[in-house]
Structures are given as structure tokens and as C-alpha cells.
């Protein structure tokens, strides 16, 4: 494998004007960074972390102490019906810190697709792990929930020891994005130093919610776990833990709130359509494929910059065993703002874990409102992204990315 990096001289022909003219949001934009080390798989088109509840507890942990910025996401089956639909909320996943499984199926797709996520990962049991560990607590503010939900979520959090401490809440009702966004409830949250942050406003909502506020909270774990303030204020029972591990949760869930059986309904025979059109099928190339050592071995990939424009062009195989000159270029490339053109013309193969680093340089670049494009893609890769219900990563493209391949080739 080789990665090449050929840097050229900005172009003088206009460039120049355009590039002073963004320096200011540039100089914002800089401090937005990715991780492109993240072990992410792709299944039903999201990135999925292969993490278990101890790992993604101690990132948890590691990023409110460092004040790191760690906007983690849950995605169970419904997450994932609904992300089919595209647009913000599916981006909103793709553009998290972190991303576990929510949801026995998911898992069960996993080794289906043979891919390393073993264990399922609930927003409520992570929640429960940093509750019960010991040592220095964190701070947690509830924002959101049925009315005085959180309050009461609060109380009891607070009644008895913990590494967690409530230190504030907010039930804003059934307003908009905009009104639970005013300047007032952001003061309160942060004014609060609460080291986590629960969001509990429906999942569309909610994700919605907090990319709309994400640079004004100085809150560094935040999430949408939707259940867990019921949970705590012992408004909705938990599932016990042998329910959830074999994938009966959602039964549970309807004996609980028997107005979620339309959307179970729905998202299983969405599923059972997945299924048919795209897991089982993708189970059953993958098992086919005849790997290509010579193809993996030889893989490459080289970038090239002209003035606010990056183009990565790669060759050869790329899977989970080969993919670190890709990372390291990804990381490259996104090191400074700029609209970035992918050209896979000479890509053979391409694999779950490559896609979902694709995904992650589409989030990155969305994030920073610059362009993304994957152009010249043979149609077994075409094919391969359909699978895995990711050819919404073939469709985006920007002016800006289109001029960048005009003027590489001058």
C-alpha cells in the first residue's frame, strides 16, 4: 500500500479573491476536527462504533474530564428506518462523536454481515454503567421529557449516591427547534457546568435539537437518550437485562406505552424488507467475494490540493485490514477546509468499513458546510453501496467540487 501526497501551487485566477473572502469562516471552521482512527462499520447505511458498554462508558468518562466535545448518538432499528428517509436526521448520526447499537437487530446484522459489533449498546445502560461506577461523579442536566418528568428524574437521581449528580433540568414542553433554543435556556445549561448533557425530545427532535445548539453548549458529553429520564423518574420500567439480549425490548416497550406498537409494527416490516433487498444479499456477496491479495496489497491512494479544492484519488482494494493510508489521508485532507472530489475509478472493492469511513468524511464535510463528491465509481462499487444502503454518499455533489476537477486537470 502507498500513500501519495502531491501538493500544488494555488491557482492565481480568481482564487486568490475567493480564498481572502473565506478566511474568516475558515478560521472558525478549523477548530472542527475528525476521527478518522474510529473503528465504524456501515449497516443499513449508518456508521456504527465497534465498542462495547465498558469502551464507550470510559470514552464517555475520558472526553467529560478532558472537556472534549463528545456528541454521542444511540441508533436502534427505528433510528435506522427512519435515517432510510435521509436528509438531517440521518446526517445527525453520521456527523456524531460516537455511534453505538442500540438494538439487538442491529447486532444480529452484524454477524450476519460478519462485522465486529458483539454487543448491543443501550443509551439506558450506558447511562446505568456511569451511575454506578465509582469514583469522582459527573454532573447531568435533563432537558426534556413529558412535563415535570425531569424534575422528578432529578429527585431521585439525587436521592441516593452516584457517579452521577443532577445539577439542573428543563421540561420545555412542545415547542419548536428555535423556541427551546433562546438564549435563556442555553444560559441555564451551561450555567449549570454539567459535564452531560440528556436530551429527551423524540429522536428527530432531539438529534435536531442538538446540532442546532451543539456550538453554543459548553456542556462536552451530550446525547439523545429518550427513555432514560422516564427511567430514572420510574415513569416507564426498564426492560429486564435477559429481555433485551434476546431482542424482546420492544415488547416490552409496548406493554409499557402501548402507543408504540404503529411504530414497531412499521419498523419490523421495514426490516423484513431490508432484509430481502439488502442484508441478505449483501451476507451473500460477501461470503462469495473472492478476495484479492495482490488488489489489497497494492492498494493506493494519493491527494492532490489547487487552492480550496482536494481531490483523493485511490486504486486497488480497500477492506478493514488495509484501510490506515486512507484514515491518515482522510485526516490529511481535512486538516484545512476544503471541498473534497474522491475519484474511485480504479477502486475494485470496497468493504463495510470503508464505506463507513467514507461516511465520516461526508459528515465531516457537511459539518463544515464544504463540498463532497465520489465520482467515476465502477458498478460493483455502485452496486456494493447500494447493498449497504450508502448510494446517498454517490449523489451529493457541489459546484465547488465539480470546479475542483476542472481545475486539477488544467
Not at 427511567?231 to 431482542?247: D, E, I, N, Q, Y
Not at 450508502?390 to 451529493?396: F, N, R, S
Request: with cysteine.
Amino acid at each position: 500500500m502507498q500513500t501519495n501526497y502531491l501538493w500544488r501551487e494555488p491557482a492565481a485566477d480568481g482564487d486568490a479573491s475567493r480564498d481572502a473572502n473565506s478566511h474568516a469562516e475558515n478560521a472558525a471552521i478549523n477548530t472542527i476536527s475528525t476521527d478518522f482512527q474510529r473503528p465504524v462499520y456501515c449497516i443499513l447505511g449508518l456508521p456504527f462504533d465497534a465498542t462495547t458498554v465498558e469502551q464507550a462508558t470510559a470514552s464517555i468518562i475520558n472526553a467529560a474530564r478532558s472537556h472534549q466535545r463528545c456528541f454521542f448518538s444511540t441508533p436502534n432499528l427505528n433510528f435506522a428506518v427512519a435515517s432510510l428517509d435521509g436528509g438531517a436526521f440521518r446526517d445527525s448520526v453520521i456527523r456524531s462523536d460516537l455511534s453505538v447499537a442500540d438494538g439487538m437487530p442491529l447486532v444480529w446484522i452484524a454477524k450476519l454481515l460478519g462485522l465486529p459489533i458483539t454487543e448491543r449498546v443501550a443509551g439506558s445502560a450506558l447511562f446505568e454503567a456511569l451511575r454506578n461506577r465509582p469514583g469522582k461523579v459527573l454532573l447531568v442536566y435533563f432537558f426534556g421529557g413529558p412535563d415535570g418528568v425531569a424534575e422528578i428524574a432529578a429527585e431521585k437521581l439525587n436521592a441516593s449516591a452516584s457517579g452521577l449528580v443532577a445539577v439542573g433540568y428543563q421540561s420545555p414542553g412542545f415547542a419548536s427547534v428555535e423556541e427551546m433554543s433562546s438564549e435563556a435556556i442555553i444560559k441555564d445549561i451551561n450555567d449549570s457546568k454539567a459535564d452531560f448533557l440528556v436530551v429527551a425530545l423524540g429522536a428527530k427532535k432531539g438529534q435536531a435539537w442538538i446540532e442546532h445548539n451543539l456550538s453554543r453548549l459548553q456542556v462536552p458529553v451530550v446525547s439523545h437518550l429518550g427513555a432514560v429520564v422516564n427511567f430514572v423518574a420510574g415513569t416507564v420500567k426498564r426492560a429486564p437485562a435477559w429481555v433485551g439480549s434476546l431482542g424482546g425490548e420492544w415488547l416490552w416497550r409496548i406493554k409499557e406505552e402501548p402507543a408504540l406498537w404503529k411504530r414497531y409494527l412499521n419498523d419490523g416490516l421495514t426490516l423484513l424488507k431490508l432484509m430481502t433487498l439488502h442484508v441478505i444479499p449483501c451476507a451473500l456477496t460477501t461470503r462469495l467475494y473472492k478476495r484479492d491479495k495482490h488488489a489489497v496489497a497494492n492498494a493506493r491512494v494519493s491527494l492532490t490540493v489547487q487552492g480550496s479544492h482536494c481531490i483523493i484519488k485511490a486504486s486497488g482494494a480497500w477492506e478493514d485490514s488495509n484501510l490506515q493510508p486512507l484514515r491518515e489521508i482522510f485526516a490529511s485532507a481535512t486538516a484545512t477546509p476544503f471541498h473534497i472530489q474522491l475519484d474511485f475509478s480504479e477502486v475494485t472493492h470496497i468493504d463495510s468499513a470503508c464505506i463507513a469511513l467514507l461516511m465520516l468524511l461526508y459528515g465531516h464535510q457537511s459539518k463544515i458546510k464544504h463540498g463532497f463528491s465520489l465520482r467515476k465509481t465502477r458498478p460493483e462499487i455502485k452496486r456494493c453501496l447500494r447493498l449497504f444502503c450508502a448510494d446517498y454518499l454517490l449523489e451529493y455533489k457541489s459546484e465547488a467540487c465539480e470546479q475542483s476537477v476542472h481545475m486539477a486537470t488544467q
